[in-house]
């Protein structure tokens, strides 16, 4: 028997280093697919959780709400609460 080609162990050396490339690649190939699972799914958390917040009836704060309606009724004073105004009898002059 004789002994290999010199050529033999740069041709074995380079089938070894293209398939660790080729692991490589598709390890980072599969990662790239993780990340992108990852980050979708944490955005549709995020989409659903705004959804709710968004649907929440949140109560308002007495202090606001007794500012909003004075602010609003502006120049007409107490006549907006009322329903029907009041009218008041002027004293008749009797001769």
């Known amino acids: 028997m004789g002994t290999p080609s010199p050529g033999w162990d740069s041709l074995v050396l380079q089938t070894r280093?293209?398939?660790?490339?080729?692991?490589?690649?598709?390890?980072?190939r599969r990662m790239?697919?993780?990340?992108?699972?990852?980050?979708?799914?944490?955005?549709?958390?995020?989409?659903?959780?705004?959804?709710?917040?968004?649907?929440?009836?949140?109560?308002?704060?007495?202090?606001?709400?007794?500012?909003?309606r004075t602010v609003s009724h502006g120049n007409t004073p107490g006549r907006a609460h009322q329903g029907q105004p009041q009218r008041h009898h002027q004293p008749t002059k009797r001769r």
């Open 17 to 28: 280093v293209a398939a660790r490339r080729r692991k490589r690649r598709r390890r980072a």
């Open 32 to 68: 790239l697919w993780l990340l992108t699972v990852a980050t979708t799914a944490a955005l549709v958390v995020i989409a659903v959780f705004i959804m709710r917040i968004s649907k929440i009836q949140t109560a308002r704060p007495a202090a606001l709400a007794a500012s909003a």
